[in-house]
């Protein structure tokens, strides 16, 4: 168990790790990659705004721009020239009949050039010959010079991002991967003998204060069993009246001795042998109609009235002994201090996988400061009365601990209109520890 629990850490850690490392590069290999597109568009779309402005300069000094486009080397092979006017119309273009083509102001580089002076577009489609083409345009005085370049294969490749960059960094984030794994092995293994540690010292502490707090439970009852059989050896002459009364305390505190042996053995048992519980399908229902049988024969100022309301049967997988001590030690709680008359069971919620509980009295509550207290080992809201109720000061821890070893949590709260209600959950198929 141990090692698993180790390897889920270690893959946890190395998992998270991997992808906050894999997120960030991916992050930066989007973004390079975006800029260097960016670069290369700006730069392919530099030089074709340079032969732009230079046939507006020749255009402007009175040279025919057919002649010029005739006589003057362009940068690019099938380099196509659009000549258009401010209004959008188009003047001339070298490829195509300039009557056939349609307003071209809309076109996204022709709107940039008249809002900015210059633009360019990365492979659109023309309208008028199909083609794909790169797009520069160059805004003069009185028109706007278009040079194009057909979206072809050599022009895709000049377009494309330098992938070899992409690999290095793919490659060295493969070996960091690789990396981050032995570290994490190593780190998740250090953590866990740290957890482990933690875990084993707050089990000793908690021994500790077990036996400390057994040892000063046992006092009391040790002590007055000792008295009253030093007193009946003693040889005195006692009345029969009194002889009983000694026998009577004497089997009292042997009783309170037993439970608080059974109550300490239940516990160790929980935390240390879980895995040694057995477990049967278990009907809470039919547990719950015990308690309430058992409410009707007890003395007549002990009694309350169960009210259940707990439909359909609920089953779980558990351990009919634990399970029955939650309820048990619960209603021995609402009748030692609620001082009420009335329990309320509710069932709040039942699926496939667990059922929520209420546990109710309508008696007067503890106070709010006492609430997070009540499920520590001998803790006890009233110490004397607790005692001469026959109370340990386990009921409540061992309902704790019950509640956990079936999956579940607890909590308990004071009600608005008076009592204590604790809300529980236990797990329908509780995994085994």
Same mark, same amino acid.
Not at 174 to 183: D, H, Q
Not at 184 to 200: D, P, S, Y
Not at 353 to 377: T, W
């Given at each position: ?25 991916? &992050? ?24 732009? &402005? ?173 008295? &009253? ?20 305390? &004497? ?183």
């Amino acid at each position: 168990m141990a090692s698993a629990i180790k390897l889920s850490f270690h893959k946890q850690l190395f998992l998270q790790l991997i992808a906050f490392s894999w997120a960030i590069v991916v &992050c930066f290999i989007g973004f390079q990659y975006l800029r260097e597109k960016e670069y290369k568009s700006q730069f392919l779309s530099a030089q074709l705004q340079q032969y732009n &402005c230079h046939l507006l300069a020749a255009v402007d000094n009175g040279t025919p721009y057919k002649q010029y486009i005739a006589t003057h080397e362009k940068p690019f092979d099938s380099l196509r020239i659009t000549l258009i006017a401010l209004t959008g119309a188009v003047l001339y273009d070298n490829t195509i009949s300039a009557d056939s083509l349609d307003n071209h102001r809309n076109r996204p580089e022709i709107a940039d050039a008249l809002k900015k002076g210059s633009g360019y577009h990365i492979g659109r489609q023309s309208a008028s010959d199909g083609r794909e083409y790169f797009y520069s345009a160059t805004r003069g005085e009185r028109i706007i010079v278009r040079t194009a370049i057909p979206y072809s294969s050599t022009l895709h490749d000049l377009l494309a991002a330098d992938w070899s960059f992409l690999v290095i960094m793919i490659i060295i984030t493969l070996a960091m991967s690789i990396v981050a794994y032995f570290t994490t092995r190593k780190l998740g293994k250090e953590i866990e003998r740290v957890n482990r540690f933690e875990a084993e010292q707050e089990k000793s502490r908690l021994k500790r204060q077990l036996t400390n707090n057994i040892n000063h439970e046992l006092k009391t009852p040790v002590a007055s069993i000792q008295v &009253c059989l030093e007193t009946l050896l003693s040889g005195i002459s006692l009345s029969d009246e009194k002889r009983q009364e000694l026998i009577g305390r &004497c089997y009292t505190h042997n009783e309170r001795l037993r439970h608080l042996l059974d109550d300490v053995s239940l516990i160790t048992r929980i935390e240390d042998g879980s895995a040694l519980i057995s477990r049967e399908t278990v009907t809470i229902n039919e547990i719950i109609k015990e308690v309430s049988e058992e409410l009707k024969i007890m003395p007549e100022d002990e009694q309350m009235t169960l009210h259940a309301n707990f439909s359909p049967e609920v089953t779980i997988e558990g351990n009919l002994s634990l399970i029955g001590s939650i309820f048990r030690n619960l209603t021995e709680n609402a009748i030692a201090y609620s001082e009420g008359r009335n329990i309320y069971i509710t069932l709040l919620e039942n699926n496939e996988k667990m059922c929520r509980i209420r546990f109710e009295d309508d008696g007067k509550g503890v106070q709010q400061e006492q609430l997070p207290h009540l499920f520590e080992r001998f803790y006890r809201v009233d110490k004397g009365r607790s005692r001469r109720k026959g109370g340990t000061g386990l009921g409540l821890s061992i309902v704790k601990h019950a509640v956990q070893f079936h999956g579940g949590t607890i909590k308990v709260d004071n009600r608005p209109e008076g009592g204590l209600r604790f809300d529980f959950s236990l797990s329908k198929h509780a995994a085994r520890q």
